[in-house]
């Protein structure tokens, strides 16, 4: 009894000692917040709204000295006040999507030339990703500041297939709203622009979908070795995707490449292009819908004179809020 009693009364102190401990010791600290990612895209967590444009004289040269106060960019048709402007200062990310049909097989070896000579001419930070095309379409390179990956895959790979170019560009733009990069985004299809294949999504999900990507599509158009007939079937059938409308809609511009000598050329004045971009940021003005397209129309000061008549400007005609 006494043993227990000895026992009992150790129990009690212990208890004690370990409550006496616990009130005078400090609090335990609270958990970490998560640190935001720094691939977290700035226009979705704080509501940003990020527009790019190209400003040409109507002339078509291109307009490059121009300062913030000299654009007006319209939301529904309500201007915004500017938050962010400036010029090649973001990073940039790239989907390259390349027609790998048939047709195109005279053209591969002068594009593998010029593919990284061509890139060079981007940032450092800037990134790359490969899409390839034929029957079917295919994500070939992650983004990556590495450029000469994008031309040692080309190097390796065969042409042949049909030309799928809707799943193409649709691809691209998935790939680019998913991986959520940051900083501003462009698409570059590189194709004879004559398609054989009508893939799975139509020009309307097609801008849908670069738009929510906010990705412009730039077009460097070759001309490949098609029979006639499929040249008019691929511009006459709404089954195709309409790739000036998208290029509108988007922002984007066509390049075009007469002959093969031409390709480094074009590349590299498209690139150039890409560069000369103006990107613009606004916060809305009041809380805006997510189930459907914003309109945007970007234009100059009135001291410029009238939008479409003295200046034109290439911009994206809407956005979506993720």
């Known amino acids: 009894m006494r043993i227990n009693h000895i026992f009992i009364c150790a129990i009690i102190c212990l208890t004690s000692a370990v409550l006496a401990f616990a009130q005078s010791a400090p ?17 979705v967590s704080v509501n940003l709204v990020m527009v790019d444009a190209t400003v040409k004289s109507k002339d078509g040269q291109i307009i490059g000295d121009l300062k913030r106060g000299d654009f007006e960019v319209l939301e529904d048709g309500v201007v915004q006040k500017l938050e962010v ?18 047709s195109m097989d005279p053209y591969l070896r002068a594009l593998r030339d010029t593919m990284t000579s061509a890139l060079s001419a981007l940032k450092p930070e800037d990134q790359v990703s490969l899409f390839t095309f034929s029957t ?82 730039y077009n ?31 922002g984007g511009e066509n390049f075009d490449v007469k002959d093969v000598t031409q390709v480094d050329t074009a590349f590299r004045d498209l690139i150039r ?28 000061a009135p001291s410029f004179g009238k939008k479409g008549r003295d200046y034109i400007v290439v911009a994206k005609g809407g956005f979506y809020v993720h």
């Open 27 to 43: 609090p335990p600290p609270p958990p970490e917040l998560p640190i935001p990612s720094s691939q977290s895209p700035l226009r």
């Open 85 to 102: 402007f400036s010029q090649d200062e973001l990073p940039l990310n790239v989907a390259i999507v390349l027609d790998l049909s048939d």
């Open 136 to 217: 079917t379409a295919q994500l070939r390179v992650f983004l990556t500041d590495d450029k000469t990956r994008i031309a040692r895959y080309i190097s390796t790979t065969p042409a042949g297939g049909a030309t799928n170019i809707n799943d193409g560009i649709f691809v691209a733009a998935k790939y680019l709203f998913n991986a959520h990069p940051t900083g501003r985004r462009v698409i570059i299809l590189i194709s004879d622009d004559v398609a054989t294949n009508q893939g799975h999504e139509g020009t309307r999900e097609i801008i849908a979908e670069a738009l929510e990507a906010d990705a412009a599509l």
């Open 220 to 250: 460097l158009t070759v001309p490949g070795y098609n029979p006639a007939s499929s040249v008019w079937i691929a511009h006459r059938s709404s089954a195709f995707v309409d790739i000036k409308r998208t290029m509108n809609e988007t």
């Open 273 to 300: 292009r890409i560069k000369t971009r103006y990107t613009m940021g606004y916060y809305p003005q009041s809380s805006v819908a997510s189930d459907k397209p914003h309109k945007l129309e970007v234009r100059l």
